[in-house]
């Protein structure tokens, strides 16, 4: 069974700048999540999909930070303009239903220079 | 709201000794409990769950751990360390069958050494 694919694993930028991060959750998996993991600390959530709907985007800074699920399976997650404390690595998870424990991806290692 | 505490954030043993990470959570209502392992530049790794049942959940790389609601917490134990286990240990609750995300501790960085 393929694992949560992501991509890319490293991305440096500069701050003002945008970037995408892309997710390819397990086949099957309806949940979808993103979280933000800055060094040295625990993975916060970004935003929880249900399918395509948004089940939890309360922590998303919605004046910089966007994501989308299109047809109910990839995700991708944008930010537009960086700043420097958005470095940090990006992990989607996915899993069957919400709750019972996900399983994550590699990440996206992003520095804003 | 629900939160967690990870009691260490550094624990250093010796191979081959037994250690033992702590966890304790806050939540108004039923929860589940998830330890993740994550190795350098690598995602995290489920160990074990709790969603129900025996309060004693055997996981992955004979590591387990103990539910215990009266004191809200929910330790990771294992009886002998080896080299490989060194990693970040994350505790993780979800409010059980409502479905919402799991919440984090900050983890804590098990150190073994020979």
């Known amino acids: 069974e393929a694992g949560v694919a992501q991509s890319p694993r490293y991305k440096i930028i500069e701050k003002r700048q945008s970037v995408a991060f892309w997710c390819n959750p397990i086949s099957g998996h309806a949940t979808l999540y993103w979280y933000q993991q800055i060094l040295g600390q625990g993975p916060k959530l970004l935003i929880q999909?249900?399918?395509?709907?948004?089940?939890?985007d309360s922590q998303l800074p919605k004046d910089r930070f966007s994501a989308e699920r299109l047809k109910g399976v990839d995700s991708t997650l944008k930010i537009q303009p960086a700043k420097l404390e958005d470095s940090a690595v990006y992990l989607c998870?996915?899993?069957?239903?919400?709750?019972?424990?996900?399983?994550f991806g590699q990440g996206t290692r992003l520095t804003v220079v | 709201a629900q939160s967690v505490t990870q009691l260490d954030s550094q624990v250093p043993v010796f191979e081959e000794a037994p250690v033992e990470l702590r966890c304790n959570y806050s939540?108004?209502?039923?929860?589940?409990l998830f330890w993740y392992v994550q190795y350098p530049n690598q995602g995290l790794q489920l160990l074990l769950k709790?969603?129900?049942?025996?309060?004693l959940v055997k996981g992955i790389n004979g590591f387990e751990a103990e539910f215990n609601k009266s004191q809200t917490s929910f330790h990771l134990r294992k009886p002998s360390v080896h080299i490989s286990d060194t990693a970040e240990y994350f505790c993780a609750v979800s409010e059980g069958q409502a479905g919402t995300a799991l919440i984090f501790g900050k983890g804590t960085t098990l150190s073994v050494s020979s």
């Open positions: 709790y969603l129900s049942g025996s309060t």
């Open positions: 999909f249900q399918n395509n709907g948004v089940v939890d």
């Open positions: 998870a996915s899993s069957l239903r919400g709750g019972v424990g996900a399983f």
């Open positions: 939540s108004s209502v039923s929860v589940y």
